[in-house]
């Protein structure tokens, strides 16, 4: 496959005609609506004939919410190895929480697909945000944690799961090693009953970064004790943040060297984020709040507004700028220039393969160009 870059004057029929491709092709994998508006800057994924090439193996996950489409979910599942459905909750006494929608269909789907379906585990309050005096409570007690493991190990027999996938963030420090110690008994339960157990952790650079964010994970711990590890490389740019690439990759990479240091590179998965934001500006901490979009839908919202897709070289990211009722707009997304970069740093350091948040939104762009370049483990 080529990536092609738009310029002035460019039409789809032109750069079907360029590559000898039915112009078809170009607008399914890359999802354009009518009239297929082209936008100078956009980077385009161009199917072309199929060169045979070695491609290293790679597993992916996909976080996904028990309201995803079913089309959506349906389209996507051919390319993950895993299906991380998100997510169940617990109590401080260690009492399992189940999803407030019924996550049946998804089990069942993921295993026609060949595709194992994980439970995530999350430590959400009542507010719905993450909650360190409920990890604080279960990782503490004995008792609570011996319960929520037990429960664990219930709920994936009972409704089929291949495994716990445990997302806990803003960890106390105080907290680091009984919450590796908590990940090791349930990565041993869920061995014993043949399940899989991996941990989430937060973008660390180096073993002594300060912040509630990192003081609470143990990298080298945490990589001993999981079968494997989710990197969470994204969230640079935030909603609540100043505007910037969500994975500039220049900050990636300071999480790959410091998390290779501690943790077997065959048990790392890189953190890919399928989503970009959209700032109303001027940013004012505080106040500013941006816009949660789709890569898809970033690209229509330029169409739109006449915008020129830009990309920042050091983030290897695109971006743009529009206005709309009078109000200029900043917006950092993800293509396939820059899924490309994050694809690179797999195979460049040799990781075990990629986990997405979240697959709610379809980008088809990525996924095809992601099977041209590994060979997606499935399921046995």
């Known amino acids: 496959m080529d990536i092609y870059v738009v310029k002035a004057g460019d039409t789809v ?7 000898s491709v039915p112009s078809e092709e170009i607008i399914y994998t890359n999802q354009m609506i009518p009239p297929f508006a082209l936008v100078i800057g956009q980077a385009l994924l161009i199917p072309t004939e199929e060169e045979y090439i070695e491609k290293p193996p790679a597993r992916i996950n996909g976080y996904a919410y ?3 489409s079913n089309w959506t979910l349906r389209q996507t599942l051919p390319y993950l190895t895993e299906l991380s459905v998100f997510s169940y909750g617990f109590t401080t006494d260690g009492n399992l929480i189940p999803p407030a929608l019924d996550d049946t269909f998804m089990i069942q789907q993921a ?3 060949n595709t194992l379906p994980i439970l995530t585990l999350t430590p959400f309050g009542e507010d719905g945000q993450f909650n360190n005096y409920l990890i604080h409570s279960v990782v503490q ?3 609570a ?3 929520l493991i037990s429960a664990l190990m219930n709920m994936v027999i009972g409704k089929g799961y291949a495994g716990v996938d445990i997302d806990f ?6 907290d680091r090693d009984a919450f590796t110690e908590f990940v090791r008994q349930t990565a041993d339960a869920m061995h014993s009953i043949g399940r899989q157990t991996s941990v989430a952790l937060a973008p660390k650079q180096s073993a002594d970064q300060k912040g509630l964010l990192y003081e609470g994970k143990d990298y080298g711990g945490l990589g001993d004790a999981a079968d494997y590890v989710l990197l969470m490389t994204y969230e640079w740019g935030y909603t609540y943040g100043p505007p910037m690439a969500v994975a500039p990759v220049f900050q990636v990479k300071k999480v790959l060297d410091y998390a290779v240091t501690e943790i077997p590179r065959d048990k790392i998965r890189l953190g890919i984020p399928n989503y ?5 500006l001027p940013f004012e901490k505080g106040v500013t709040k941006a816009k949660t979009i789709g890569n898809v839908e970033a690209v229509q919202i330029a169409a739109v507004h ?4 830009l990309f920042d070289e050091r983030a290897q990211s695109p971006y743009f700028y529009y206005e709309a009722g009078g109000v200029r707009h900043e917006v950092w997304f993800e293509d396939v220039r820059s899924m490309q970069v994050k694809f690179d740093l797999i195979k460049e350091y040799d990781l075990n393969g990629a986990g997405y948040w979240q697959i709610m939104q379809l980008f088809r762009a990525n996924w095809e160009l992601l099977e041209n370049q590994f060979e997606i483990v499935k399921a046995v």
Not at 169 to 174: F, H, S, T
Not at 276 to 280: A, I, K, M, R, S
Not at 306 to 309: D, R
């Open 66 to 68: 028990p309201f995803i």
């Open 276 to 280: 970009g934001y959209d700032w109303p």
């Open 141 to 143: 007690s004995k008792e």
């Open 13 to 19: 029929d032109m750069i079907a005609k360029s590559y």
């Open 306 to 309: 006449g915008a020129e897709i």
């Open 169 to 174: 963030e803003y960890i106390l420090a105080e």
């Open 111 to 113: 295993y026609e697909f």
């Open 145 to 147: 944690s011996t319960e």
